[in-house]
């Protein structure tokens, strides 16, 4: 089994910063892509954030500029630095993961619990 734990959420005022940190553990060979989606009240859930295990990364347009993603490999973690929050970044933040098992050698699509984020105004 494979377990994603996303920390580093909060309440922060517009303008702020906050680190969202997820951390992979259990059967994991490897990890392709890592990713973070948020999903904010009554809309669907999108893709923020993602990056490669080579480091290529990819931004939703509304936070190109503002959020940063990054990964350390060794420790089966991804971050994501957001700066300049609006409001209209408040969502629960998901982490995702493409992990190989290392029992069967599949490929599975991992999630996290969520972690919240509010940016009040």
């Known amino acids: 089994q494979v377990q994603l734990v996303e920390s580093g959420g909060g309440l922060v005022q517009a303008g702020g910063s906050l680190r969202l940190s997820c951390a992979g553990s259990g059967s994991i060979f490897s990890i392709n892509a890592m990713n973070w989606y948020r999903q904010a009240p009554g809309k669907q859930r999108e893709l923020v954030a993602a990056?490669?295990?080579?480091?290529?990364?990819n931004y939703a347009d509304s936070v190109k500029g503002r959020f940063t993603i990054s990964r350390d490999n060794a420790k089966n973690t991804v971050y994501l630095q957001m700066n300049s929050l609006k409001p209209e970044d408040t969502a629960v933040y998901y982490c995702n993961a493409e992990v190989q098992s290392s029992q069967s050698g599949s490929y599975f699509s991992n999630w996290g619990q969520g972690t919240q984020v509010t940016v009040s105004s």
């Open positions: 990056v490669t295990h080579g480091g290529s990364t």
